[in-house]
């Protein structure tokens, strides 16, 4: 018999505000939630940051209560700066912890007091880390002066790479700053713990962040990871997390890695549990407005995931893509960056993940996470315009989309729309033409999920979608479910858009301060209402703007979340 698609009168309540607008255009999405796609993984709960002295300051810590609560103890961060040499003071593309220095005979000695502060911060809210090996100590440094660089959003990006990113002096003291940092670990946090963190050396080694050549890379991360699987042999270790795709200087170190002789060992190999890469959009301003760069961001995840695949003994190696973002600086400021703290980042966001996985499927690699580089900027005036999940302890819209990414089953289910832009199209010419109004689905036991967006590379106004939503294949043939429906768009879940109404203060008030916490949060676009199917079907109807996300989550037979 043919499905009977219901459309309920609780259910007009609950969508029919707004009401379509002449304007809108049709959208038709069909969700079979019978047919499995397989493991919907959780790769969005990764995340990092320049500066990892935030993690110990006052909106730091609470946006990292925030992180770790959507999946305690599977959230990951990745900070940059960790050996630095430095009191802990922060600044912008700055951080240190003082963990190695040398005294007036040239003796190591070795602090952790830093470097603790921040992985207690992490595991206090239930975050673990992904450990960068890195930078390099003023003392081991080839060249340690200048060391600390004064940048800001205003001079040349160049002039960040100072004496941290010199080789050592002595590769044998680098090791052992390796193997004590791992070994503290181990015993402050447990052999069982630390064997769950991830372990890799150095940044984008492929630029101005090493400078040195891709030979001695190789060998200061044949010395760093061999340190580590002497503290722990068990220690899970890769890299290299390169800039873009890595091209060359990816396929040498995975060359060297799997084929060449080690540094240290004297034998073939280097340990190598995970392979990492960056890729990053490219936004300019095009007509008074910024026109994001998804197609470039997910062609470097495809021509990533086809440099992997092209190893036979790269076959299901688990890979990280261990930044990815719209663009490539978190601390810079400026007209094509305008997007940042709007639904523009949101929408782009849920779109560009959505396409992650549809990448790795096509090429057949284990993505395993997406680390996206952002996190906050202390003492900095309120949406100052940098790439961040919050801003003075107000959320953004996009920390909502991770929650909705949160809320989301573990078994992806089949999904069609009649207006999505085919993923060959967006990997050519991204989405330049008609918008992206598509979804991403799930179940659980007792559970439907469906996310979808409204996206679009111009940061213009667009007319809304409305959106027909048609699910089948349901558990049961008849019955209630209970609906919720989450919301983002300039109403919903947009602390940024309640700001500029309420005039876009630089001091909030206390009250003001309180209402912009409480609209940087997850809302429902209505109440929760009750929905029936039959023959395991039923239809619903609502209209998304252009650059909103609905997250729907129909739950059945159980006690509702």
Partial sequence: M??????????????ATPIARAESFPVSIRVDAAKSQGELKPIWRFFGADEPNYACMKHGRKLLGEL?????????????????SGDGTPALKW???????????????YDWTILDRIFDAYREHGVRPCAQIGFMPKDLSVKPTPYQHSWTPEVAYDQIYTGWAYPP???????????QWTKHCVERYGRSEVESWYWEVWNEPNIGYWRGTPAEFHKLH????????????????GGPDVAGSGGTFMRDFLDHCLRATNYVTGKIGTPLDFVSFHAKGAPITTNGHVRMGIRQHLATIEEGFRIVASYPELKGKPIIIGESDPEGCAACQ??????RNGTMYSSYTAASFARKHDLAEKHGVNLEGA????????DQPYFAGF?????????????????????????????????????????????????????????????????????????????????????????CDDGEARLTHFRIDEDHSNAFAAWRRAGSPPNPTPGQYTALVQAGQLTAFGPPGTVRFTNGALSLAFTLPRQGLSLLLLEWGATPK
């Fill in 169 to 179: 002096k002595d590769y044998a003291r680098w090791a052992e700053l390796v193997f």
């Fill in 68 to 84: 770790g609560v959507l999946a305690p103890d599977r959230v990951f961060f990745r900070a940059h700066n960790l050996l630095t």
């Fill in 2 to 15: 043919k499905p009977q698609l219901l459309f309920c009168g609780a259910l007009m309540l609950i969508f």
């Fill in 371 to 378: 680390l996206t580089w952002a996190f906050e900027f202390e």
């Fill in 387 to 475: 790439r961040s999940l919050a801003s003075n302890g107000i959320d953004k819209p996009v920390l909502n989309v991770f929650r909705m990414f949160s809320r989301m089953g573990r078994q992806r289910v089949a999904v069609e729309s009649d207006a999505a832009v085919p993923l060959d199209a967006i990997t050519r010419r991204g989405v330049r033409e008609q918008p992206d109004v598509s979804a991403l689905a799930s179940r659980g036991p007792h559970e439907l999920s469906v996310l979808v967006w409204h996206y679009h590379d111009d940061d213009v106004p667009g007319p809304d979608a409305a959106v027909t939503l048609t699910v089948a294949g349901l558990p």
């Fill in 95 to 109: 951080g240190s912890t003082g963990a190695y220095r040398e005294d007036a005979a040239g003796t190591p000695i």
């Fill in 222 to 237: 044949d010395y760093a990871i061999d340190a580590v699987r002497r503290a722990l042999p068990t220690a899970r270790v």
């Fill in 334 to 339: 400026g007209p094509a960056l305008a997007y």
